[in-house]
């Protein structure tokens, strides 16, 4: 796969270093390709670099990260953004969910986390080109988009490289070795994510309980479940669920 362009966006020049400096874009087939200092410049920049990634601080000169967002969507929808910001609010997560961001980063960085959030990404921007294309013209884009859509349809079922391999009649490294070269992570990572994805959706949409949700996620023992989901989305599924269906005017602003 061809790397991920990245624009760096903070009104703090050392933020910006940090990111540059501290992370390794290498490694995950990601390169920063532009920096912006305020609203303006970042919308100018995002016209301009087309960038397949914009990490986003809320809290920047002349237009508010969130305004940049909403006006970049128009032209842009395809791009990914991830804000990274010191309000620790769930009333900013939701207006960034609202404007489908796809991930929100607290400061000061984690770069572990935000690695997990980098891949996350990949996924992504690897099913929104498989939801919009045609029929693929490689024979390893036909297989990973085959076997990516028996995992959606069997999430609740054990899964396993083994299982894929019988199912697709193929090799269990080669299988790993897809997820690699096509979508730029791990089989687990991939599986991870699709499966913590299902679970929110399930959370916030239905009055199922945790273990029920662990179940159609995938997970046989909800403890497990928990201690994933926490892992990956820094609160547990009942904290999640409750912060994220409280109503706007019980949520603290800052």
């Not at 200092?37 to 000169?61: C, F, Q, S, W, Y």
């Not at 490689?138 to 990973?144: A, D, G, S, V, Y």
């Not at 928990?226 to 603290?252: H, I, N, W």
Request: hydrophobic share 40%.
């Amino acid at each position: 796969m061809n790397k991920l362009r990245v624009l760096l966006v903070d009104d703090e020049i050392m933020i910006r270093e940090g990111f540059k400096r501290l992370f390794d874009w290498e490694a995950h087939d990601c390169e920063v390709v532009g920096e912006a200092a305020d609203g303006m410049e970042a919308l100018a920049k995002i016209d301009t670099l087309r960038p397949d990634i914009v990490i986003m601080d809320i809290n920047i000169p002349i237009m508010n990260g969130l305004k940049v967002i909403q006006l970049s969507r128009l032209k842009h929808p395809n791009a990914a953004f991830v804000i990274v910001s010191g309000y620790d609010d769930f009333s900013y997560c939701r207006e960034a969910l609202r404007l489908q961001i796809t991930d929100y980063i607290l400061k000061p960085v984690n770069y572990e986390e935000f690695g997990t959030c980098i891949d996350n990404l990949k996924i992504s921007l690897f099913e929104q080109r498989v939801s919009v294309a045609s029929e693929p013209e490689k024979q390893e884009e036909r297989t990973i988009t085959g076997i990516t859509r028996y995992l959606q349809e069997h999430l609740a079922e054990e899964i396993s490289l083994s299982v894929l391999a019988e199912q697709f009649h193929l090799n269990p490294q080669y299988i790993s070795q897809l997820f690699k070269s096509e979508i730029g992570v791990n089989f687990l990572a991939y599986l991870t994510n699709i499966r913590m994805e299902k679970a929110k959706k399930l959370l916030l949409s239905t009055s199922l309980s945790i273990a029920e949700v662990a179940e159609q996620s995938g997970y046989g023992d909800y403890r497990v479940f928990t201690k994933v989901f926490k892992k990956s989305e820094g609160v547990t599924p009942s904290q999640y669920r409750r912060d994220f269906l409280e109503t706007p005017g019980e949520a603290g602003h800052p």
